[in-house]
């Protein structure tokens, strides 16, 4: 089990934080529902749908309901302070509707927000940067660790700070457009092996033997990847590792839920696209899909 970060606890909410509210209320064109005691989840999009398959396959009793921002998708290519006014509103969202545990299953936002929403809430809220990080390090033979993610995520420094004190040398690449052809669908064309083989260059030069997928997205690309990077190359998804923090948080079996499990979506884009790619990645779990309007 991998070990927690000793500030990931519960923290009360303060009076004010680094923040201005944001000027648009957030209101749904339904009545914002209850998700009391599950576990809350979202992403710029589809990637981090990998998390929540990990948190289903890890924790089956455990009800969770995903937020997917696609309204207002890609992150990656945002400035900083739209992303953490996007995961503000999504993390108030979430935490009104009773969430017990908010689970920032994109790297973007996690980079942006995640030590503002832990300030924010009185319920635990966890990041993908830090577990992938520490799993890498773990796994790597030579020291050599090559991340890739998207240009906001790489350029935020968020790994190469989690890597400092660890005995790694890291090598960050950032990939565009690995993003947009996984919310397209597209996860294994000729395009994606051309594009892959061009950004994915400077880490083979690197002579990485473990690479951190620092998008949750990159997952879903997983087979490209390893085409490219060589079987000698160890793929860490941190959307497993995440997976395995949030079963440590969760701590003894009596801390897991006992209500009817169930599993909800919202999104701020289209729904039927939501659902027709939601079950390609994710599965049968996908169900009816809730339209969230931002205003």
């Not at 969202?93 to 996690?110: E, I, T």
């Not at 701590?251 to 909800?264: E, I, L, N, Q, V």
């Amino acid at each position: 089990m991998l070990p927690l970060r000793t500030d990931s606890g519960v923290r009360p909410r303060p009076d004010s934080v680094e923040f201005v509210e944001p000027q648009s209320e957030t209101r749904s064109e339904a009545t914002v529902g209850s998700d009391e005691g599950a576990i809350g989840v979202f992403d710029s999009g589809l990637g981090g749908l990998t998390v929540l398959r990990a948190l289903i396959d890890l924790l089956p009793n455990e009800s969770t309901v995903y937020f997917g921002d696609t309204g207002r998708f890609p992150y990656g290519s945002k400035p900083a302070d739209e992303v953490l006014k996007y995961s503000i509103e999504i993390g108030d969202l979430l935490v009104d509707r009773g969430v017990k545990m908010l689970v920032v299953a994109c790297n973007s936002a996690a980079s942006a927000a995640l030590d503002t929403l832990q300030q924010r809430y009185q319920i635990p809220v966890i990041g993908v940067v830090e577990p992938g990080v520490r799993a890498a390090a773990a796994t790597t033979r030579s020291g050599r660790v090559g991340v890739i993610g998207t240009v906001g995520t790489i350029a935020s420094g968020a790994y190469q700070r989690a890597a400092q004190g660890l005995s790694i040398d890291l090598e960050c690449a950032a990939c565009p457009g690995f993003v947009e052809f996984v919310e397209s669908g597209d996860t294994e064309s000729d395009q994606v092996h051309v594009l892959a083989h061009r950004l994915l260059a400077p880490l083979r030069t690197a002579d990485v033997d473990t690479l951190i997928l620092g998008c949750t997205h990159y997952p879903l690309l997983a087979r490209t990847i390893g085409d490219v990077m060589g079987r000698e190359v160890f793929l860490v998804s941190s959307a497993d590792e995440t997976a395995f923090e949030v079963r440590a948080l969760l701590g003894a079996p009596d801390a897991y839920s006992t209500r009817a499990m169930s599993h909800r979506f919202m999104t701020s884009g289209d729904v039927s696209t939501f659902k027709r790619l939601g079950t390609q990645f994710l599965g049968p779990e996908v169900g009816g899909v809730e339209g969230w309007t931002w205003r």
